[in-house]
């Protein structure tokens, strides 16, 4: 009797120490922006890499981005602005980091939005 006791604690355990490395908060997903060099419509070229940094994929992500302005076409499957936000990937869950460039005067301070869900396998 004790034996399956002690399964069912195991995995009890298992299940809550498992919990732990499922989760991705806004602080986990780093925004990196840089001057690529190049000048677009005379305005320089900013390049934006967002990195995952927890196990989890991460859906519905979006970046907050009021007033944002590119003289360059962003592929809109990688980002696309609607309204004050920015989605990214599509939503579809993003895995690895996702890069796209844009060209205005200044960098702009892009934010995640913190209602992304996230998918743990």
Known sequence: MATPVKVLILAFVMLLVGKGDCQCFPKDIEIVQSKT???VQQKPE?????NKNCPCAILNASLVC????????????VMHKQGDGCLLNRGEPIIQPISFSYAWDDSYPFKIDPGFQIACS
């Open 66 to 77: 009021p007033g944002f302005q590119t003289v360059e076409p962003i592929d809109p499957s």
């Open 37 to 39: 060099g190049a000048v």
């Open 46 to 50: 900013w390049k934006v890499t967002i």
